[in-house]
């Protein structure tokens, strides 16, 4: 069964920390790994990320992925409160791309 | 261009009703997925449709639950004698080729 574990679960920081947020992902005949922004109900696109080890980065978002150890990570730098919602990881897998999803990182950031 | 849309965005309904969701997806994405976040729950895949067709049936919990696309284009979910737990969001995502899936706004469905 595939299985996606993200943590921490929850995190809260102040505006200006620096945060990393952790996933690691079983999945059967992986394709892709996205990573996707959720602040009410459509997950927003982020990132997706299909090579080991090389960084992909929009402004203060970067994320990096590892496929020998099943692995992603999400790092913000210069938090603003803009960024607090969840934080979803989705490794994609079989001939139908489906996601599975985990079940995210709530990041609170404080002004 | 516009975005994967549903409708509609909040639907109340009593125990034992039928409903159905509906969703548009990006002009020209083949592939369409429906999603559903319970309370507290991750999202988890109900159904995959290339075309009109859906190869991917597998995550849908109960025979009633159902979907169809049509055209190649439009899709809806039905769920028939709705129960208390099928409260959730229901999510519709759309993907053209190698590409992202990209996500509906969502239809919060409440069954009283």
């Known amino acids: 069964e595939d299985k996606v574990v993200q943590s921490p679960l929850s995190l809260v920081v102040h505006e200006g920390d620096t945060v990393t947020l952790n996933c690691s992902y079983e999945?059967?005949?992986?394709?892709?790994l996205l990573w996707y922004k959720q602040e009410k109900k459509a997950p927003t696109f982020l990132f997706m990320l299909t090579s080991s080890g090389i960084e992909k980065k929009s402004g203060r978002l970067s994320s990096i992925l590892d496929k020998k150890e099943l692995f992603s990570i999400l790092n913000i730098t210069a938090t603003q409160t803009g960024d607090s919602a969840v934080y979803l990881c989705?490794?994609?897998?079989?001939?139908?791309?489906?996601?599975?999803f985990g079940k995210g990182t709530l990041l609170t950031v404080n002004p | 261009g516009a975005g994967v849309s549903q409708s509609p965005s909040n639907k109340v309904t009593e125990k034992g009703k039928d409903v159905e969701l509906r969703c548009d997806p990006i002009?020209?994405?083949?592939?369409l997925y429906w999603y559903r976040q319970s309370l507290g729950q991750g999202l988890e895949f109900l159904i995959y449709?290339?075309?009109?067709?859906?190869?991917?049936k597998s995550g849908l919990p109960s025979d009633r639950f159902s979907a169809e696309r049509t055209g190649g284009s439009v899709s809806t979910l039905t769920i028939q004698r709705t129960q208390q737990e099928d409260s959730a969001v229901y999510l519709c995502?759309?993907?053209?080729?190698?590409?992202?899936?990209?996500f509906g706004p969502g239809t919060r469905l409440t069954v009283l």
């Open positions: 995502a759309s993907r053209r080729g190698w590409d992202t899936q990209y």
């Open positions: 449709f290339q075309g009109n067709s859906a190869p991917d």
């Open positions: 989705a490794p994609s897998g079989g001939s139908n791309y489906k996601l599975t």
């Open positions: 999945v059967t005949n992986f394709r892709s």
């Open positions: 002009s020209g994405h083949t592939a």
